[in-house]
T-cell receptor, first 112, second 115 residues
Framework: GQQLNQSPQSMFIQEGEDVSMNCTSS?????WLWYKQDPGEGPVLLIALYKAGELTSNGRLTAQFGITRKDSFLNISASIPSDVGIYFC????????????FGKGTLLTVNP | DSGVTQTPKHLITATGQRVTLRCSPR?????VYWYQQSLDQGLQFLIQ???????AKGNILERFSAQQFPDLHSELNLSSLELGDSALYFC??????????????FGPGTRLTVL
């Protein structure tokens, strides 16, 4: 099946720093999604991207749909302690309305 | 709070047993999805129901089954449990059958521990 390579696996940063993470695939996707999961909770949708090259922001979060349709990036600016959690990318392949393939996540730790 | 509810929050059982996990989708959502999350496999899609009918199957074992009832709540049945079935099980829902602009919203999950 399709695989998503998400990196880095984990990040340890200081409060106030900017963060970048990405997902890459050998296959193209028509949709890229970014979710955040807090400990003991379910993933929460942060940003959805539907067009190659699309750049979308949600507060301090900005995500981009790569022009090759095989990658996506998530940036968090001016990190705060509540940004701690696991960030997942997910991709939807062409001709599939339901199927999402998830990356294995990036664990973000923010030191106050 | 996504509006998706799951019960129970935690479940501890023994190998060989059978359990049922329950999910109520967001109000108005017709589609329900089940996922398994383990440390080594990440989030794995199991099965989808849309308006009471099975829509798609993923990596679901034959020992597992699901259904969606007329009131749109769904149950995931896990039988002949093995140690390796210990995981977080998430339910998600969407308005339609999925697709662009009909994204999935996840419940808080059920943590299953098989001893």
């Amino acid at each position: 099946g399709q695989q998503l390579n998400q990196s880095p696996q984990s990040m340890f940063i200081q409060e106030g720093e900017d963060v970048s993470m990405n997902c890459t695939s050998s296959s193209i996707f028509n949709t890229w999604l970014w979710y955040k999961q807090d400990p003991g909770e379910g993933p929460v949708l942060l940003i959805a991207l539907y067009k190659a090259g699309e750049l979308t922001s949600n507060g301090r979060l900005t995500a981009q749909f790569g022009i090759t349709r095989k990658d996506s990036f998530l940036n968090i600016s001016a990190s705060i302690p509540s940004d701690v959690g696991i960030y997942f990318c997910a991709g939807r392949p062409p001709r599939s309305n339901y199927k999402l393939t998830f990356g294995k996540g990036t664990l973000l730790t923010v030191n106050p | 709070d996504s509006g998706v509810t799951q019960t129970p929050k935690h479940l501890i059982t023994a190998t060989g047993q059978r359990v049922t996990l329950r999910c109520s989708p967001r109000s108005g959502d017709l589609s329900v999805y089940w996922y398994q999350q383990s440390l080594d496999q990440g989030l794995q899609f199991l099965i989808q129901y849309y308006n009471g009918e099975e829509r798609a199957k993923g990596n679901i074992l034959e020992r597992f089954s699901a259904q969606q009832f007329p009131d749109l709540h769904s149950e995931l049945n896990l039988s002949s449990l093995e140690l390796g079935d210990s995981a977080l099980y998430f339910c998600a829902s969407s308005v339609e059958g999925g697709g662009p602009y009909n994204e999935q919203f996840f419940g808080p999950g059920t943590r299953l521990t098989v001893l």
